[in-house]
C-alpha cells in the first residue's frame, strides 16, 4: 500500500512511517521544509508543500491508496493568544479540506484523519466512549470543526477520525514536561489531582492507526486513548514509583492557570475517554496500564 502522511515529521508521524516502511508499505510524507524531512527514517519518500495551500502536493496525494492526515499547530507551544488560537484552528480545517476534496473525487480510498478528546470537551467523571455527545470549548470547538472539514472524503472512501488523547513518549510531547519535577523531587498532582487523563503509548497511537488503516470495519470516530485512563493523583503516583521519587507535592492550579492563561483549561479537562471501538474489533494494547507504559518509557 502507498500511504501518503501529512504531520510525519511530528511526534505521530516519525513513529508511524518507521512501522509503515517496516511493514513494507511505500510511504510518502508531506513537509514544508526539506530540511526538517531529514528527520524522516530510511525509505520514506518526501514531497515538499504546504498543507494549507493547494499545490502539486495534492496531485501526489491522488496518486496514493491511503492518506493519514496528522497536520495542525501545536496545541502546548506558548500561551493562547487570539492569533495563536487562529492558527490552531486554521491549521487543522484548511489542511483537512483541501485533502478531503481531493479524496472525495479522486485517489486513496481511505482517510484517516486526526482529532482529539478535546472534542468532548471537560467532562468529570463521564465515561466518554465513541457515541459521547460533543462538549464545549476552545478545543472542543477545533476538533468539531476539524472533523467537519474530513467529512466530505467519506462521500468517496472509508472515513477514521482519530480522537487522539495525550501521547506518551521519551521522544518528547507531554511526557518529559511531566516526569521533570519528579526527577528534582518535588513532584505531585495538579491541586487535588481529581480530573481524568486520557493517555496512551506512542507504541498503541501507531498501533491503532494502522488498525484504522487495514481494517475495514473501522469508520467514524475511533478513540486513540489506553483502555484505563487515570486521574491526575494517580498519574503522579505511577511516576513516584517508577522513578523512586516523592509524589506528594501537589502543584497549585492558580499557578498553572497565572502561567498558561487558557491553555490551562486544556491541561485541566477531566476526560475520561475509553477506546471502545478498538477493544470491540480485538486490538490488543501492548501497554494497558499506566504502570507498565511508564515502566517502559521512563523506567
Known amino acids: 500500500m502507498n500511504v501518503f502522511v501529512t504531520g ?22 508531506l513537509s514544508r521544509n526539506p530540511l526538517a524531512a531529514r528527520v524522516l527514517p530510511a525509505g ?33 507551544q506558548g500561551r493562547w493568544t487570539a492569533q495563536r488560537k487562529r492558527r490552531i484552528l486554521e491549521s487543522r480545517v484548511r489542511s483537512t479540506e483541501l485533502a478531503a476534496a481531493m479524496i472525495r473525487e479522486r485517489g486513496p480510498r481511505v482517510m484517516v484523519s486526526g482529532s482529539a478528546v478535546g472534542y468532548y470537551g471537560s467532562r468529570g467523571d ?4 465513541e457515541s459521547a455527545a460533543p462538549g464545549q470549548g476552545f478545543l472542543a470547538e477545533v476538533a468539531q470543526a476539524w472533523e467537519e472539514a474530513a467529512r466530505p472524503a467519506g462521500a468517496r472512501a472509508r472515513l477514521v477520525l482519530l480522537r487522539t488523547g495525550v501521547v506518551l513518549s ?10 521533570r519535577p519528579f526527577r528534582m523531587f ?41 483502555p484505563e485512563p487515570v486521574r491526575n493523583r494517580d498519574f503522579a503516583r505511577s511516576v513516584g514509583r517508577v522513578l ?31 477506546p471502545r ?14 504502570e507498565g507504559a511508564l515502566r517502559d518509557l521512563i523506567g
Open 277 to 290: 471501538k478498538a477493544l470491540e474489533l480485538g486490538y490488543r494494547f501492548r501497554f494497558p496500564t499506566i
Open 170 to 179: 521519551r521522544e518528547g510531547g507531554a511526557l518529559p514536561k511531566l516526569v
Open 8 to 29: 510525519a515529521t511530528g511526534l505521530i508521524g516519525r513513529a508511524l512511517c518507521g512501522a509503515l516502511v517496516q511493514d513494507g508499505h511505500m510511504v510518502t510524507a
Open 186 to 226: 518535588v513532584g505531585g498532582p495538579i491541586g487535588r489531582g481529581e480530573f481524568w487523563l486520557p493517555w496512551i503509548h506512542l507504541a498503541d497511537t501507531v498501533g491503532l492507526i494502522r488498525l484504522a488503516l487495514d481494517d475495514a470495519r473501522v469508520t467514524g470516530a475511533l478513540n486513540v486513548t489506553a
Open 126 to 129: 463521564e465515561l466518554l466512549d
Open 44 to 76: 520514506v519518500r518526501p514531497v515538499t508543500g504546504d498543507p494549507l495551500v493547494a499545490g502539486a502536493w495534492l496531485e501526489t496525494l491522488a496518486a496514493c491508496d491511503a492518506c493519514v492526515h496528522l497536520a495542525g499547530e501545536p496545541i502546548a
Open 244 to 274: 523512586r521519587r516523592p509524589s506528594g507535592f501537589p502543584s497549585p492550579e492558580r499557578a498553572l492557570r497565572l502561567g498558561l492563561g487558557e491553555l490551562a483549561d486544556a491541561v485541566l479537562a477531566s476526560q475520561r475517554a475509553v
